[in-house]
């Protein structure tokens, strides 16, 4: 590099520095950091009261119908939303925790096209997890669960949640959920039926995924 290119340099950068002390002196002394807190709740920690109450009582904020059953009633009371609600002939996922005999199910094995699954009246799943803070489902794409179309493009959606599969807070279900992102599975959140708001507020559902979710709590 010759003088007058190394002279044309160090112009520039003292006249950088002259800037960023005029910057510096301008914004006065570094405000004080305050000290984060490290108290909140991690993964692990005692849950607070019966978080499966909870589970089903947050849910059902979101306008979600929520049923509690024993495992001996499991297949009575999905039988039963389903005629309720006039859906008779629903995909399934492959390792949803109840089959009911009065339904026409149709696996979805090979996979169903999305023109299929919007011709049936709904889908059945299980779910990887569910979180009692937030009503919040939790579907890995794994065999309870099934794969994320079955449950976005179906109008109706029967999920089965075990008592034991429900989590008390958010930091629960990252930990839990860490193999199925190690393997890449996709992770699909529902909180309630989907539903959007415009610019003017009106709520519509029904516009990303089911209109209708009905929530089964087995035990």
Do not use: N, W
């Not at 049936?120 to 099934?146: F, K």
């Not at 309630?192 to 708001?197: D, F, I, L, N, V």
């Amino acid at each position: 590099m010759d003088r007058r290119r190394l002279s044309r340099v160090a112009g520039m950068s003292a006249a950088k520095a002259d800037i960023l002390a005029r910057v510096r002196a301008a914004l006065g002394p570094a405000p004080a950091v305050p000290e984060v807190p490290r108290a909140y709740r991690a993964a692990g920690a005692a849950p607070e009261g019966d978080h499966v109450a909870r589970f089903c009582e947050r849910v059902a904020d979101y306008r979600a119908e929520v049923r509690r059953a024993a495992a001996g009633e499991l297949e009575a009371a999905v039988g039963e939303l389903c005629a309720a609600h006039g859906a008779r002939r629903l995909a399934v996922a492959a390792g949803a925790p109840v089959r009911p005999g009065l339904l026409d199910l149709v696996d979805d094995d090979p996979p169903l096209s999305p023109q299929a699954l919007d011709a049936l009246d709904g889908v059945i799943t299980g779910c990887a997890l569910a979180i009692a803070d937030t009503g919040t489902i939790v579907l890995d794409g794994g065999e309870r669960s099934g794969r994320r179309a079955l449950t976005l493009v179906p109008d109706y959606h029967v999920c089965v949640v075990e008592a034991a599969q429900v989590v008390p807070s958010v930091p629960d279900a990252v930990a839990a959920l860490a193999q199925a992102g190690r393997e890449g599975r996709p992770i699909t959140l529902v909180s309630g039926p989907s539903a959007t708001s415009d610019i003017e507020l009106e709520r519509v559902e029904g516009v990303h995924g089911p209109r209708t979710l009905h929530v089964v709590v087995v035990g």
